[in-house]
């Protein structure tokens, strides 16, 4: 069984109306080597971008304690704001570009790419790495969760955000996205932010704000 494309799209097919008659299995291993290609180039801009990010995030600066008044150097980034953000960010630009260009594209409706791929990523994330990271730890050693508070926060917001997609694209609006749920989607963005930062400080907890740490590798 063949089947054919009956409508041109944007650039393709690359070679002229001629490629058409090609035979399927070469143009097959072109396109899978141009794709291959593309992935190269967005690992490559991606990896500019990370490297970029961590240079930002790795400034430090000298603090003095309130308690002690010794002098000590911490992060001017706040851990969690810049896994939250940047990082976040940066890995993540693939995805929301995709997502982007196809809600645009497809007049403000559902597709097959944008939603499935945002919510995929996020749910590997939550679940695939957390198992991994159980997994390598050596027989016989324990590791724990630095920030535990901060962990529970963003793992009950990635639960909830699939919550909300499914409200909003199967339920309120089926099939399509309004404007108005794009901009409260956005803004819980910010209050994602500003728990997480309250878990990070302490806030949450009997004991409140805590000092700054010392970094022993600042020199």
Known sequence: MTFRCETDYMWLPAFGE?????????????????LFYCFLGVAVVSDVFMNAIERITSQKKRVKLKSTGKIVTQTVWNDTMANLTLMALGSSAPEILLSVIEIMSNEMYIGDLGSGTVVGSAAFNLLVISAVCVCAIPDGEVRYIKDMQVYCVTATFSILAYVWLLLILMVISPDICELWEAVVTFLLFPVLLAIAFAADKGYFSPGGDEEPKQDENFH
Do not use: A, C, S, T
Request: glycine share 12%.
């Open 18 to 34: 001629d490629e058409k008659n090609w035979p399927n299995g070469l143009r097959i291993f072109l396109y899978v080597l141009g």
